[in-house]
T-cell receptor, first 110, second 114 residues
Framework: GNSVTQMEGPVTLSEEAFLTINCTYTATGYPSLFWYVQYPGEGLQLLLKATKADDKGSNKGFEATYRKETTSFHLEKGSVQVSDSAVYFCALRGNTPLVFGKGTRLSVIA | DTAVSQTPKYLVTQMGNDKSIKCEQNLGHDTMYWYKQDSKKFLKIMFSYNNKELIINETVPNRFSPKSPDKAHLNLHINSLELGDSAVYFC?????????????FGPGTRLTVL
């Protein structure tokens, strides 16, 4: 079945550091890929998405490229801020319900 | 002007009780969902409704019964609550339920069963 594997957290970075959160997937067909973010005490918000191979999703300085050859959708940001501290979820949707990874907690310290 | 709202935000109750969580979306979407997030933050789909009809039921115990009075509302009723039901429950909605649709999530309901 479809599945998503994210790097284990927590990830702790200093402000302005470069961020990568790895995400790989297993799916039949051509799923859409998503990154959701959950700030403390809040629900999930869509951060970015890509619906076909080689698409790049971007938002708020975050980027992720849909790589079919490596079945990956790694999240990157060039310079993180304290306000980026949250839990990040990679997810996919194909012919099944939205399937989430286990989430990666990011803490950014000033 | 909240897009997806849930009530209550917090719910503390005793084992064996019956409780309901309400969800409403004002986005005009056709599809609504319930997710459960456990203590380790793992999120899993429970149910999905499209235009008031159940389309996904992911091996959830019969004690959980969703009800959709209209396509803007999807409520979750839980009978005979158990300790393992303690979790955060998220409601979500999307335009049509297709694979490329973005799902919009509510703020969550933290259920604690004592």
């Amino acid at each position: 079945g479809n599945s998503v594997t994210q790097m284990e957290g927590p990830v702790t970075l200093s402000e302005e550091a470069f961020l990568t959160i790895n995400c790989t997937y297993t799916a039949t067909g051509y799923p859409s890929l998503f990154w959701y973010v959950q700030y403390p005490g809040e629900g999930l918000q869509l951060l970015l998405k890509a619906t076909k191979a080689d698409d790049k999703g971007s938002n708020k300085g975050f980027e992720a490229t849909y790589r079919k050859e490596t079945t990956s959708f790694h999240l990157e940001k060039g310079s993180v801020q304290v306000s980026d501290s949250a839990v990040y979820f990679c997810a996919l949707r194909g012919n099944t319900p939205l399937v989430f990874g286990k989430g990666t907690r990011l803490s950014v310290i000033a | 002007d909240t897009a997806v709202s849930q009530t209550p935000k917090y719910l503390v109750t005793q084992m064996g009780n019956d409780k309901s969580i309400k969800c409403e979306q004002n986005l005009g979407h056709d599809t609504m969902y319930w997710y459960k997030q456990d203590s380790k933050k793992f999120l899993k789909i429970m149910f999905s409704y499209n235009n008031k009809e159940l389309i996904i039921n992911e091996t959830v115990p019969n004690r959980f019964s969703p009800k959709s009075p209209d396509k803007a509302h999807l409520n979750l009723h839980i009978n005979s609550l158990e300790l393992g039901d303690s979790a955060v429950y998220f409601c979500a909605s999307s335009q049509k339920g297709g694979g490329t649709d973005t799902q919009y999530f509510g703020p969550g309901t933290r259920l604690t069963v004592l």
